[in-house]
């Protein structure tokens, strides 16, 4: 069975859509302020796109069942959005984008081989963003870049073979994450200003780490934790005006670490 829901929304307006069956297709536009969203999808192979150009809306979007899912939400110009989704299934696919200021964004993946990519508007002007990341399951790949200023990126994974990418490029931003399972790798980058602050925590077996930050012109700080064994840690920090710290922490047997300042 095959449902096919074309909607669009302008202005001060709430809208509720469930989807039942298999292979069932979502699409929402919404275009105004005030505006409300949620999308929950009970479907194998279901694919739900929503687009939102606004200020002060939420979107929430849930895929709770089956294999194959995706998802696509932009909620882009002006402030304070708001973006919630969960994906629980096998091979699901999600892509937000987020753009501009005060925007709030959580994505959440439960199953096998998901990927998730948040672009939010790098080179835009912006400020008070952020971001949350939690991803449960095998095979996972996460992708968060961000460029608004006094924003924030959490990301938590759990489970085997994970790759987790994280581009941040603000002023006095913070970067957070935690990866436990086998063969994770992470590859952070963050340039910005005054106190930029970046903590990774691995836990598992043959992590490896990059983490490369550029903050200048006030404190920078750098915290990595890993515990397992064949672990690599490669930290590089640049432009320290007025001091920059690094804290490297490798617990088992076999790990390399590399710190260049």
């Known amino acids: 069975m095959f449902g096919h829901k074309p909607l669009v929304v302008t202005a001060l307006f709430s809208i509720s859509l469930s989807a039942l069956a298999e292979m069932n297709t979502a699409e929402l536009t919404q275009e105004g302020d005030y ?8 479907a194998t192979n ?3 796109t929503v687009y939102q150009q606004g200020s002060d809306s939420t979107v929430t979007l849930r895929q709770l069942q089956g294999d194959g899912n995706q998802a696509v939400i932009v909620a882009q110009q002006f402030y304070y959005s708001q973006v919630d989704l969960l994906q629980s299934g096998d091979n699901n696919r999600a892509n937000i984008q987020n ?20 672009p939010s508007a790098k ?24 460029g608004a ?16 990418h994280v581009d941040q490029a603000t ?15 992470a590859d952070i980058q963050q340039s910005g200003q005054y106190n930029g602050s970046i903590r990774l925590d691995q836990e598992g077996d043959f992590n490896t780490a990059f983490i490369n930050q550029a903050s200048y012109e006030g404190a920078s700080h750098t915290v990595v934790s890993q515990t397992g064994t064949f672990n690599d840690a490669h930290v590089e920090q640049l432009r320290h005006y ?13 790990n390399s670490a590399r710190v260049i300042q």
């Open 171 to 185: 002023i006095s931003e913070t970067i957070t994450g935690t990866m436990i399972g086998n063969g994770n790798a």
């Open 242 to 254: 007025a001091g920059s710290n690094t804290t490297l922490t490798q617990t088992g047997t076999g």
């Open 35 to 42: 505006l409300s969203a949620s999308i929950e999808q009970t």
């Open 123 to 146: 080179y835009i002007y912006g400020y008070g963003s952020t971001i949350r990341s939690d991803t449960q399951g095998d095979d996972n790949n996460v992708t968060i870049e961000q």
């Open 46 to 48: 279901s694919q739900a």
């Open 99 to 118: 753009i501009r200021s005060d925007n709030r964004l959580t994505a959440s993946q439960v199953g096998a081989n998901n990927q998730l990519l948040i």
């Open 149 to 164: 200023e006094q924003s924030s990126i959490d990301y938590d994974v759990i489970g085997n073979a994970n790759t987790v």
